[in-house]
């Protein structure tokens, strides 16, 4: 009976090992798309210990060298004045607050909505908490409206809405804190696992045996029981109130590695980070679905930090660096580190094992590998294979292998080549035991009998032939784009050719148009450069499926099908996608994701496999990937492209502080100044699952612009330059490479002001100007009246000085004539009264004539002198002359007496000395004593002319 009983337990566990070791395990054994950022990305410390996003999706890292910022385009690291110690937490709450914890400092950061920038307020500081010891804020925990800050010595509870700090103080000395299910936890290293109610620390049934450095993360198992992760003890629970032992399949891992964070996924599966093995992923019951760790491609195998963004991905903080896992994805890929696949062109089951068809041979594994995704698959290649594996067939039991050497046939575990006469590379079953052969020398058939294997060239078509397909008749098309396509008939034993054209237009076969021809499901197919056709044997010729070919892009660009269950996939340039259904009168088109992976295929060698219902195996030139064919991909939030700064650029960019938040500015314009000669504006999308594969473009409508959005680049920022005054609408559209998703932007209205001289005070200063311009052209013109005015007026009295001058001149000259004329009539007169003189004195002395004539004559000679009668005319008419000369004279010099004045007048003409003395009826001695005695008088220096001192008065 023990013996039924326990051969009845193997052939349970035998039965579960097989139906467990099937081909659709291999899912567990690919991990999601990784995207890593190390630290010489982000210009931050190694370690982040914390993350959270905020309502628009930006991400907070919570890092050893501060809070960094990431928004899909941009890393921005914030530190805190004065406190560069690292930061170990962060939160954010739903007013959009950061709250961080550091050492021996919390607080929160808020963002301007105006400068757009985050300012930070010290929680600490402002309530003057004092820290006796280094005490570092490893965990924040909403809770009820409040935040508690959790360090080892207190737990430090922050009221938002009271601005109010209470003190929880630790019964020794905490660990960490966790709310879960509407409950407070905390973890004392002395007293174990506590819970906070109604503001006192109380004892969980159980607790105490989580003591010392344990507890690193507690999450919902429902909506009563709670999971616990302990740092090296596992796996525990607190069920029905009490903590007791959890002894789910994956402790053994998880102690063996070392839990440090966790989280619950929202399909209800648990996500581990551990310190020696990367991540782990369970079901909710524990079971091993995933092991994500550095052989797998995890560039660090210490996972700090887990956090669950908006798109239900995952992001870690790494002991260096930051991780983003696409777990929300229909797509997996299997990591070659090692290299062992290479290019894979096909996979098949057989025998219990995988094959795959490679560039580096025929390589094959164990599916029952695949049941344990925490261990690694082991690759082989089977013996003599080494090479160019084109593709396999699973036929009779036994798999063929076209090769580069030939044909390889595997048997059970053993292989062996039974054809090397050309390598051949693909082939396609006519019965159970007949194969074409497409070789590189043309075509030939393969005939199989039991482990005997015939192979004969077929002289009908000597081409190396790119496709071959058969109809229900066993008929034979096959062709290159060289030969076109032939239709060859056989008779029933394959033994003659009965018929060969490749003149097949009546069938709707056209040479210059056809690219492939499949046949699937006893049904045969032609890929047209017009579409997909179906042949229909009722008409005898290929007719289009049209419901398919209305799903094809609008430039279509096929090259390759593959048929698989009521799934077509098609390759094209640049394109790869699923129409379901295909063959119904509603098939649909499934391409979301399935774009990131058309750089990896094979190109003309695609090729897929189906595991199960929701599976295909893709083949990569890097291994394989396998896609969920119906995976519902979950967003939480719509991404949407944000307007993240506007301000002037000149030689840096200056932001420009608004009044109101940039979602104000769709409806209204934000000023800028007609100065302002570059305008930038920075944008983005905070889609972190196409990183590096996002292109922005911008269109500016208004003045002298286009409503057309600009070339699209990978350039977050616009710059506007030298834009004209008046107003425009900004906006951004965001377009991931190689697929048609599109994002917008709001819009951003933006108003360049007239130069201030078309402003309302550029129009008073212009009156004001015009009416300062009209004042000085009068004022001009009334100067240049006034001047021409005075100009003839000058011009006038210069006429009139001429004509008084020339009057005046002739006057002068009429006086000076008359000055000289009495000058010398006195002159004359003197000679002659002189002469007359000394001939009387002559006469007398002679006594020629008696001295009574002449005494007569002498009163005569003397009457007719008369000097004083002569001096009063010549003085009138030198004063007229010389203009009062002698008045000035007698005016300025008083002591001078007539004869003296009569000497200067004389001297002052300019009359010789001897003249004068004649004038003076003096001697020429008497004269030059007069002209000393006048010197002296007059006071003129020793050096001094008198005569031209005379004439310069």
């Keep these: ?52 996003q905020n309502e628009k999706g930006y991400l907070y890292f919570a890092n050893s060298g501060g809070l960094l910022e990431y928004d899909g385009s941009e890393w921005t690291l914030y530190q805190i004045p004065h406190n560069s110690s690292a930061v170990r937490s962060v939160l954010i709450t739903n007013d959009q607050r950061i709250y961080v914890g550091m050492q021996n400092e919390f607080g929160f950061w808020e963002r301007d909505p105006y400068t757009r920038k985050l300012l930070y307020t010290s929680i600490s500081t402002e309530h003057n ?51 879960v299910n509407n409950r407070f936890f905390a973890q004392d290293k002395t007293l174990g696992l506590m819970e906070l109610k109604d503001g006192i620390l109380t004892p969980v049934a159980g607790g105490a045996v989580l003591k010392g450095d344990c507890v690193y993360g507690m999450a919902p198992l429902n909506d009563n029981d709670i999971l616990i992760a302990t740092i090296d ?136 590998d695949f049941n344990y995704p925490d261990r690694e698959v082991e690759f ?43 390598g051949i590379s693909n082939m396609l079953e006519m019965n159970s035991h007949v194969v074409m052969l497409l070789s590189y020398d043309g075509l030939c058939m393969l005939k199989m009998n039991g482990t005997q294997f015939n192979v004969q060239p077929e002289a009908v078509y000597p081409y190396n032939a790119a496709y071959a397909a058969k109809d229900r008749k066993n008929d034979l098309f096959i062709g290159n784009y060289a030969s076109g396509v032939y239709r060859i008939q056989f008779d029933s034993t394959f033994n003659h050719v009965i018929y060969a054209s490749n003149h097949l237009e009546s069938l709707g076969i056209h040479n210059s148009t056809v690219q492939r021809m499949y046949s699937y499901d006893n049904n045969l197919y032609l890929l047209d450069t017009m579409g997909i056709m179906q042949f229909d044997y009722a008409q005898n010729h290929f007719e289009p499926m049209q419901a398919v070919n209305r799903l094809l892009p609008t430039h279509n660009s096929l090259y390759r099908l593959q048929f698989s269950g009521n799934d077509l996939w098609c390759f094209g340039s640049k ?27 094979i190109s003309n060698y695609e090729a897929i496999k189906k595991l199960d219902a929701d599976n295909y195996l893709i083949c990569t030139s890097n291994s394989f990937s396998v896609v969920n064919i119906n995976y519902a991909i979950s967003n939480m939030k719509e991404n949407q492209v944000y307007i993240r700064d506007i301000g002037e650029f000149s030689n840096k960019m200056v932001s420009k502080s608004l009044p109101h938040p940039i979602a104000y500015y769709a409806s209204h314009f934000i000023e800028f100044p007609h100065s302002a000669n570059t305008i930038y504006i920075r944008f983005t999308l905070p889609d972190y699952e196409n990183t590096g594969e996002i292109e922005y473009s911008y269109r500016l409508s208004g003045k002298g612009s286009n409503n057309n959005f600009s070339i699209p680049s990978q350039n977050n920022i616009a710059t506007l330059s030298n834009l004209p005054s008046g107003d425009y609408v900004f906006q951004v559209k965001a377009t991931v490479k190689g697929t048609n998703q599109v994002f917008y932007s709001q819009l951003l209205k933006i108003t360049i002001l007239p130069p201030w001289y078309f402003s309302w005070i550029g129009f008073i200063i212009l009156l004001i100007l015009l009416a300062l311009l009209a004042y000085g052209l009068y004022s001009y013109i009334q100067w240049k009246l006034m001047k021409q005015h005075q100009r003839i007026s000058e011009q006038h009295e210069k006429e009139i000085a001429i004509v008084e001058t020339k009057l005046l001149q002739e006057k002068v000259e009429k006086q000076n004539e008359e000055l000289s004329r009495i000058t010398k009539h006195m002159l004359q007169k ?60 007698s005016n300025r010099f008083p002591g001078l007496t007539t004869g003296d004045l009569k000497l200067a007048a004389y001297i002052r003409m300019n009359i010789s000395t001897k003249e004068i003395a004649g004038l003076l009826n003096v001697s020429g001695k008497s004269v030059e004593m007069g002209r000393y005695r006048l010197r002296r008088k007059l006071n003129l220096p020793h050096d001094q002319n008198l005569t031209e001192f005379l004439m310069s008065l």
């Design 380 to 422: 082989h290649i089977m013996p003599n294979t080494q090479g160019q594996v084109w593709s396999l067939l699973k036929i009779n039991n036994q798999l063929l292998c076209a090769h580069n050497q030939g044909l390889y046939v595997v048997s059970g575990n053993t292989g062996r080549f039974v054809y090397t006469g050309s």
């Design 129 to 179: 908490i004092r820290f006796t010891d280094e005490n570092d804020f490893w965990k924040i925990i909403p809770f009820q409206g409040d935040i508690y800050f959790n360090c080892f010595q207190n737990i430090y509870k922050y009221s938002p809405t009271t601005n109010q700090v209470t003190i929880i103080k630790a019964p020794t000395r905490f660990q960490f804190a966790f709310a």
């Design 575 to 601: 394109q790869f996608y699923c129409i379901r259904n295909y063959n119904t009168s509603r098939p649909y088109l499934i391409s979301k994701n399935l774009e990131t992976l058309y750089p990896e295929v």
């Design 830 to 889: 003197s000679r002659l009264i002189n002469k007359v003189d000394a001939e009387i004195e002559k006469l007398a002395a002679d006594q020629a004539v008696p001295t009574t004539h002449l005494r007569g004559l002498k009163m005569i000679v003397e009457k007719n002198r008369n000097p004083e009668k002569e001096w009063e005319m010549f003085e009138m008419s030198f004063n007229k002359t010389y203009d009062n000369y002698l008045v000035k004279l």
């Design 233 to 368: 003890k596992g796996l525990y629970q607190l069920v029905n109130g009490k903590v007791t032992k959890n002894n789910w399949a994956c402790n053994d891992f998880l102690i063996r590695n070392q839990i440090f964070s966790m989280t619950m996924l929202p399909d209800g599966r648990y996500a581990f980070g551990t310190i020696l093995n990367g991540l782990l992923i369970t079901d909710h019951t524990g079971n091993i679905l995933s092991n994500i760790n550095k052989l797998k491609g995890l560039p660090n195998n210490t996972v700090l930090s887990i956090f669950l963004d908006h798109s239900n991905n995952i992001w870690l903080g790494l002991d260096r660096g930051i991780d983003h896992i696409q777990l929300n994805s229909r797509i997996r890929t299997f990591p070659d580190p090692k290299g062992e696949l290479g290019s894979v062109y096909q996979v098949e089951q057989y025998n219990g094992n995988l094959f795959f068809a490679t560039n580096q041979g025929l390589v094959y594994c164990s599916l029952k």
């Design 1 to 52: 009976m023990k013996y039924v009983s326990f051969s009845f337990i193997m052939l349970f566990l035998a039965l579960w090992v097989t139906a467990k070791a099937d081909i659709s395990q291999i899912v567990n054994q690919c991990i999601p798309k990784l995207t890593y950022f190390d630290k010489t990305v982000y210009n931050a410390s190694n370690q982040t210990w914390a993350i959270a």
